[in-house]
């Protein structure tokens, strides 16, 4: 069982880290230092960035679900 966790926790870690860098910048923040925040297109508008939002709230849920399950796991064995 811990395995299969352990498993999930890394796929979806890396899936995490694609999907955080699909999204485009908000500005303000370091997308603006390396050239993101050139577009002024409101963030979120289409129904990509919308689906992105949602995809990458679902593979976070996951994780932080994988992170409690293996520490319970480890905490009680």
Not at 21 to 32: E, F, I, P, V
């Amino acid at each position: 069982m811990e395995t299969a966790f352990t498993v999930l926790l890394v796929i979806t870690s890396v899936l995490m880290i694609l999907l955080v860098l699909l999204h485009k910048g908000r500005g303000g923040g370091l997308s603006d230092m390396f050239g993101g925040g050139v577009s002024s297109s409101l963030g979120g508008s289409s129904i990509a960035e919308r689906n992105l939002d949602r995809f990458t709230i679902g593979i976070g849920v996951i994780w932080g679900a994988c992170v409690i399950a293996l520490g319970l796991l480890l905490a009680y064995q």
